[in-house]
């Protein structure tokens, strides 16, 4: 089994330490995991913001960088929801344009091929507990493109219920929208903005020490409205908390 880890652009930029865990994560767990160096932005802040032309180049890399392997993982359920729902619209509207099939050929090839993290874990390789350690109070906030567009359910509540020494406490209003959405938050920087207090007053009503999700994106909007408010809280990524062990613990940014 070849697996290709997709890093994605915010999280090679900011947030290197998910990408380790995932490794981390993946090599404990018996895979071997290739980081191919082609690859770069799947495209989705073009496509968002309406430059369906300017994407398709990237459509193209993504396919090239990803050629041979059998799983493509990623741990951003955003960037996955890119792949899996918008490259075959790139694909289908370049063939009504009368500009060929190619991209919609490419579109097939990687859309069975990619997963989110908690996908890959729990439906390819069949394993909820992952030998994981995190003895902190933690609640759960699920994506809009994890909950609506991947459909991932238990997924990640099933894996950390499985996580030795976590206490996972439910959040109010959790299927509601952090107020990111991408360009959304500055496009609409005041409604972004209330949607982040709303979703930050939650968090912090919970009284658990961290708030973790599968998108860095959305906890980068959700930890700089916590830090603003003032809440004890820290935003980590799911795969920090499932690849920390009792050897190798992780506490990020001064949890206690």
Do not use: W
Not at 47 to 68: D, Q, S, W
């Amino acid at each position: 089994m070849r697996v290709a880890l997709f890093v994605t652009c915010v999280n090679d930029t900011l947030y290197p330490d998910t990408g380790r865990a995932v490794v981390t994560l993946l090599e404990r767990l018996g895979v071997e995991v290739d980081f191919p160096a082609a690859q770069t932005c799947c495209g989705q802040a073009q496509f968002n913001t309406g430059y369906r032309y300017e994407t398709e180049p990237l459509v193209r890399r993504y396919a090239r960088a990803f050629e041979g392997y059998d799983h493509i993982v990623t741990p951003s359920g955003s960037c996955v929801a890119m792949v899996r729902d918008n490259y075959p619209r790139i694909g289908e509207k370049a063939a009504a344009e009368g500009r060929g099939d190619e991209l919609a050929e490419i579109a097939a090839s990687v859309v069975p091929r990619t997963y989110e993290l908690t996908e890959f874990l729990v439906d390819v390789l069949g394993v909820t507990d992952v030998g994981a350690y995190f003895p902190h109070t933690v609640t759960y906030h699920p994506t809009c493109h994890g909950l609506r567009m991947l459909g991932l359910g238990r997924r990640p509540v099933e894996l950390l219920s499985h996580v030795k020494g976590l206490e996972l406490r439910e959040l109010p209003g959790a299927d509601e929208c952090c107020g990111f959405g991408g360009t959304f938050a500055v496009k609409n920087a005041a409604v972004s903005a209330a949607m982040g207090a709303d979703k930050a007053r939650h968090i912090s009503e919970t009284g658990a020490s961290a708030v973790c999700t599968v998108d860095n994106s959305c906890l980068m909007h959700i930890g700089g409205t916590l830090a603003r408010l003032g809440s004890q809280t820290r935003p980590v990524h799911l795969a920090e908390i499932l690849a920390s062990t009792e050897e190798h613990p992780y506490a990020p940014g001064g949890i206690r």
